[in-house]
């Protein structure tokens, strides 16, 4: 990934344009580093090696470009109607449900999600990554300066409903894993009904615990649900690897149920509890498909292939990040405890 050093240029430009999103003090400043992000990242996404690559990077620019057009033309309407650009509450709600339709636009969260998994399927697991994680820092920094809960409330329901019953049914890990994100984005969209330090908190549990995957995923070379039956390692690691699932699934056990802990906490607290039990309810079914995962990789298995010389450091490394899923929620809960 990283043997074209134009590779470690666009990396940075891409961070560069989040943090420029991020601390901008007006929209058009906010927009600049959305594009500048925007173009950072379609080089990365083309791989030569990756036939989809080509039509992932086009799907996800026609679908950025317009989500920045949208941005950026109900910015000039608001400037012609106040003459400034700032961020103010003052502004006509039209405004800000137009700029929170394209940020959600510009994240995935559904109804505006279509584009989303078929983007993920063309990319390798680095970009995958990327796009779960670190692409949608901007556009959730941004939402928090802006949103309007009558809006964001219906999009809690869709974004954990759609991102449920999307991976039912499917047999490509990306797929499900583009799915799974769309389910989190309902729940870090209910962290910004609390506040902001709750989001961050979702965000930096959900950022690790999808990274943990996707590593794990892209050391063995797994793209399909099929490939996890011959999956070439120790019984532990396929124990590590389905532990870091249902953790990310939110199992009370494990450190995935913190930030949603943190998130229920806090709603019963602004007495959301209608779009609270939604949330519960619905993200059982994540939960299901992720233990059905489970069970057909334990339980079919095919003759295994000798396992590489290379694999001892990075399994250890493997079980360092098992451990954290796992005894992570009493270390976090006494750590909260104590501060």
């Not at 470009?65 to 509450?89: C, G, K």
């Not at 078929?118 to 990319?123: D, H, K, R």
């Amino acid at each position: 990934m990283f043997n074209n050093m134009n590779k470690l240029l666009f990396i940075s430009t891409l961070i560069t344009g989040t943090l420029i999103s991020i601390s901008a003090n007006s929209w058009l400043g906010a927009w600049m580093g959305l594009e500048l992000n925007l173009l950072s990242f379609i080089p990365l996404m083309t791989e030569n090696n990756n036939l989809m690559s080509t039509e992932a990077s086009l799907k996800y620019f026609l679908t950025q470009a317009l989500a920045s057009i949208v941005l950026l033309f109900s910015v000039i309407l608001s400037m012609l109607n106040f003459y400034w650009i700032s961020f103010s509450p003052e502004w006509n709600s039209n405004f800000l449900l137009i700029i929170n339709s394209s940020l959600l636009l510009k994240m995935g969260a559904a109804p505006f999600h279509l584009w989303f998994p078929g983007v993920m399927e063309g990319l390798s697991w680095f970009n995958c990554g990327l796009l779960m994680t670190w692409q949608k820092i901007a556009p959730l920094v941004l939402i928090t300066y802006c949103f309007i809960p009558n809006l964001i409330i219906p999009m809690i329901i869709f974004s954990i409903c759609i991102g449920s019953l999307g991976g039912l049914n499917q047999t490509s890990l990306r797929k499900l894993m583009a799915y799974s994100s769309i389910n989190h984005i309902g729940w870090m969209l209910g962290a910004i009904l609390a506040n902001e330090s709750t989001l961050f908190t979702y965000f930096m549990f959900y950022s690790f615990l999808s990274i943990s995957i996707i590593f794990m995923f892209n050391m063995f070379n797994i793209f399909h649900l099929n490939q996890t039956f011959s999956l070439t390692a120790s019984p532990l690691i396929k124990f590590s690897l389905f532990t870091t699932f249902l953790s990310l699934g939110g199992l009370p056990p494990f450190l995935g149920f913190f930030p949603k802990w943190i998130v229920i906490q806090n709603m019963v607290i602004n007495n959301n509890l209608f779009t609270l039990t939604f949330m519960i309810t619905i993200t059982l079914i994540t939960l299901f498909f992720y233990l059905r995962l489970m069970f057909s990789s334990l339980l079919i298995s095919y003759p295994k292939i000798k396992i590489s010389s290379e694999l001892p450091l990075k399994s250890n490394l493997l079980i360092i990040i098992n451990f954290i899923s796992i005894f992570g929620l009493p270390l976090s809960s006494m750590l909260i405890h104590y501060l």
